[in-house]
C-alpha cells in the first residue's frame, strides 16, 4: 500500500506492507504497542481500517417522560455552569451558592420541557434511545517495507493474546496491465461450440445458399 503526501511542492510514496490483520481495534493496538515495547520504530507503521459500517446500539425504551428527565439532566448541568460563570462577579459566597442552585432549577425546568416538546412531536416514530458508532470489519497494521522483516520477527517472537483473531489478509489482483489484455490469447471455445460465422463487409452482399436458389426451367418435347 503506497501512500502520497498531498502538501503542495512535496510528493513523499510510502510502501506500506501488511504485517497482520485482526478483528477489533484493540488487537491491533496490541500488537503496536508490542512493537514499541520492543523498540521497534512505530513511526513506520499505521492501523488502517476497512469494510466500514454504521451499528446502532439500542440503549433502552424512550418515552415522554423519560425524554423530559434527560433533558432535565441536561438543562441542571447547563445551568450550573452558567450559574458558576455568573457567580465570579459576585462578593458573598452565600450568593455565590444561590445563583449557582438558582441557575441549575432553572436550566432543569426548561431542559425537562424541551425534551418532553421534542419527542411528543416525534408522533411515536423513536420510541428508542440509542448510540451509533463507525466500526470496521477488520484491522490490518501496516509497515513500510523497508522495516517488514524486522516488525515480522519481533511480531513472531512475543506473546499473543488468546482472545486475539487474526484475519487473513484479501487475496490480491494485481495491478492492472493495458497491454497484456490487449495481447492476451482469447479463450479456447468448448467442445461442440459452433464457430463464428464472420459478417459480411460493408457494401457487399452476402452469397445465396444452393437451395435458395430458383429451379431451373424444364425443356417442353
Do not use: C
Not at 120 to 134: H, L, N
Amino acid at each position: 500500500m503506497a501512500e502520497i503526501s498531498t502538501v503542495p511542492g512535496t510528493q513523499v510514496v510510502v510502501d506500506r506492507r501488511v504485517l497482520v490483520g485482526y478483528d477489533n481495534y484493540l488487537a491491533a493496538q496490541r500488537a503496536v504497542d508490542g512493537l514499541s515495547d520492543a523498540g521497534f520504530p512505530v513511526e513506520h507503521v499505521a492501523i488502517v481500517g476497512s469494510d466500514l459500517k454504521l451499528e446502532e446500539t439500542v440503549t433502552g425504551r424512550m418515552t415522554n417522560g423519560r425524554a423530559a428527565l434527560t433533558g432535565a439532566g441536561s438543562g441542571v448541568v447547563f445551568g450550573a455552569v452558567a450559574g458558576m460563570f455568573l457567580g465570579l462577579f459576585t462578593s458573598a459566597t452565600l450568593s455565590f451558592v444561590v445563583l449557582v442552585l438558582w441557575a441549575a432549577l432553572w436550566g432543569a425546568v426548561v431542559g425537562a420541557a424541551f425534551g418532553f416538546i421534542n419527542h411528543f412531536f416525534t408522533g411515536g416514530k423513536r420510541d428508542f434511545a440509542s448510540r451509533s458508532a463507525i466500526v470496521a470489519g477488520r484491522y490490518d497494521v501496516l509497515v513500510a517495507a523497508s522495516h517488514l522483516d524486522h516488525a515480522r520477527a519481533v511480531l513472531e517472537g512475543g506473546p499473543r493474546p488468546a482472545d486475539t483473531v487474526v484475519v487473513e489478509p484479501p487475496p490480491s489482483a494485481g495491478t492492472y496491465d493495458p497491454t497484456a489484455a490487449a495481447t492476451s490469447p482469447a479463450p479456447p471455445r468448448t467442445a461442440g461450440a459452433p464457430s463464428p460465422t464472420p459478417s459480411p463487409a460493408a457494401g457487399t452482399s452476402s452469397p445465396t445458399p444452393p437451395s435458395a436458389q430458383a429451379p431451373a426451367p424444364r425443356p417442353r418435347p
